[in-house]
């Protein structure tokens, strides 16, 4: 049981550098980098009559009372559901070992938000780590990074199949990452088929992750337009396409992402910052195209001006993950700080917000 009266994780948010709304198909590779905001997740023993988990968030009213009807938590007010998942793959995980469930306080506090207002730094996929990293720890259960990963791999995609779980790697893992996502079916038909613990151990086709070294010469700047966007909806909107997918249109789209992500992953590892700037721009080229053609929404008019901003200092930015809002990324000349500090200023003049983000170079620990 229990061996320690309280166990702390946390777990880093996420940006996307190159390779987004590609990677959601299993084997394609994107490029993302973890932050330095994390999402802090406190597991201790449940001392409160009639629930099973008791979940207090720091974006809470007032903590949720858990109780475990058929195998799987009820109750609450649905603010946390991505713990609630995590929670139930975690006990069926402990049942297939033959390990009670223990009652469980879990307390959540994070740094991902403003004012209640998510900065898009995949918060969803940082809570989910950081609590499958908790409980586990807490319940005596001695994973590793990798099989952590593949527990909250499970436990996100229960939630939102569609979703690549690039944010559960980079949280995961930490630093600047390569990532090429599993086909979440055979990942969710293994675990139905013969439980959490092999699935956690069998071959998941298309899955492969690997640090990368971070860029060189570069300064890494973020900007928050303020604006939150729905990764779910966006990703959903541009799938649910029938007419685009299978199209010339969308083979050329998975086809040039290919291409400028694996250039992109070739210059940061031999240290090529111009080459990393030039795939970057084409990053931006190709969303534009997609989002010309399809009409999703990708480019609000503060992304595009943070994207124009970073160029017209010779940088390379792009919207980070979905677009729509949320955040953007440039790249800029760490030697110009004229230039960086010019890029801030126009940013803030068009509503864009600077954050003061550096890669988190290490993934969920305590």
Not at 39 to 63: F, H, K, Q, W, Y
Not at 72 to 78: H, K, M, P, T, Y
Not at 135 to 158: D, K, N, Q
């Amino acid at each position: 049981m229990a061996g320690q009266r309280t166990v702390v994780r946390r777990a880093p948010g996420k940006l996307f550098v190159a390779g987004e709304y590609a990677v959601v198909e299993p084997g394609n590779q994107a490029i993302l980098v973890a932050v330095d905001r994390y999402i802090t997740v406190t597991v201790s023993e449940c001392e409160v009559a009639g629930a099973d988990v008791v979940v207090d968030s720091d974006l809470g009213a007032r903590p949720a009372l858990l109780r475990r009807h058929g195998g799987r938590l009820a109750g609450g007010d649905g603010r946390t559901p991505h713990v609630v998942s995590a929670l139930d793959t975690v006990a069926e995980l402990l049942a297939e070992h033959g390990l009670p469930v223990p009652p469980l306080s879990v307390s959540i506090s994070s740094t991902l938000h403003a004012d209640g207002r998510k900065y898009g730094l995949g918060s969803s996929g940082a809570v989910t780590v950081a609590t499958v990293d908790a409980v586990t720890s807490y319940c005596g259960l001695r994973l590793t990074r990798e099989e952590r990963f593949r527990l909250a791999m499970l436990a996100g995609a229960r939630l939102e199949p569609k979703g690549s779980g690039g944010d559960l790697a980079a949280a995961t893992w930490g630093g600047w990452i390569a990532y090429r996502a599993p086909d979440r079916t055979q990942v969710l038909d293994l675990a139905r088929a013969h439980g959490v613990a092999e699935s956690l151990r069998a071959p998941w086709p298309g899955f492969s992750v690997r640090r990368l070294p971070a860029p060189a010469g570069l300064s890494f700047q973020v900007g928050w337009t303020g604006s939150p966007a729905s990764t779910e909806a966006l990703v959903s909107g541009l799938h649910g396409r029938r007419t685009w997918r299978g199209s010339a249109s969308h083979q050329k789209f998975v086809a040039t992402t290919a291409d400028f992500v694996q250039a992109a992953v070739a210059a940061l590892d031999s240290g090529d910052g111009p080459a990393l700037l030039h795939e970057i721009r084409r990053a931006r080229q190709e969303l534009a195209r997609l989002d010309d053609e399809v009409g999703l929404g990708i480019f609000t008019p503060a992304l595009t001006a943070l994207c124009d901003a970073a160029e017209a200092v010779g940088g390379a930015a792009k919207p980070s993950g979905a677009g729509g809002g949320d955040c953007g990324i440039a790249l800029l000349d760490e030697r110009a700080a004229h230039d960086i500090s010019q890029v801030r200023q126009r940013w803030a003049a068009a509503g864009v917000l600077p954050l003061p983000l550096r890669p988190a170079l290490e993934g969920n620990e305590a």
